[in-house]
């Protein structure tokens, strides 16, 4: 496949994901899930669709094999022009889906995410602050002293937790927007960084494909 092609296959894949990460309230229960559960999908769900994001966008920069070779450019030049429109053409389709959930969230669902927080955040405060407990007696019953026995977070703070699970605001499309062209300009370049390690790979002294 082409580099479009590839970038539109990972990128609906990168979609799925991303709807996935942002639409997990509408099918989250927290009154049937565990309080670790709600605090790591709330600490750790952007890092980690990130994460999937620039795996999606390497592995499309991978799958690309030149079908064309061009007579004035190298074997190495044509791996790293195709992996980073590839991992761009990712980074495009995961940042149209985040745009448009992140306007969804701010209007439509934005009832659904408050419901969801409310309901969510003592859940997480509870684990949050018994898992502070469980440390500061543990350290008590092995002797530390108060500064070691204190050296931990804050109490978590259910109104603060609940504000960081509601929807966002209607201005934030535009940051959604920002990140949408960052998220390009770093799958286009890890991309390309890809491709261009392929190519000095399967490339000759003479820039032509390599043998295998």
């Known amino acids: 496949m082409g580099p479009i092609r590839t970038g539109l296959f990972y990128g609906a894949l990168a979609a799925a994901v991303a709807l996935v990460a942002e639409l997990y309230f509408l099918v989250l229960d927290p009154s049937e899930t565990a309080g670790w559960v709600l605090a790591v999908i709330g600490s750790y769900r952007t890092r980690l ?14 799958r690309m094999r030149p079908v064309r070779l061009d007579p004035d450019a190298s074997y190495r030049s044509l791996l790293l022009r195709d992996g980073a429109l590839a991992a761009t053409v990712v980074a495009v389709v995961v940042g149209l889906v985040l745009s448009i959930t992140t306007l969804m969230q701010a209007t439509v669902l934005a009832d659904n995410m408050r419901a969801y927080a409310r309901e969510a955040a003592p859940e ?5 602050n018994g898992t502070r407990d469980e440390i500061q007696d543990r ?8 500064e070691e026995v204190n050296d931990v977070p804050p109490p978590a703070d259910a109104a603060e937790v609940e504000e960081s699970l509601g929807p966002p605001a209607p201005r934030d499309l535009g940051r959604s927007l920002a990140n949408f062209v960052l998220r390009a300009v770093l799958l286009g370049t890890v991309g390309g960084f890809v491709g261009l390690l392929r190519g000095r790979s399967k490339t000759g002294p003479d820039g032509a494909p390599g043998p295998g």
């Open 139 to 146: 350290r008590r019953e092995e002797g530390q002293s108060p």
């Open 124 to 128: 997480i405060v509870s684990y949050v």
């Open 49 to 62: 669709t990130l994460a999937a994001f620039l795996f999606l966008g390497i592995l499309a920069a991978l």
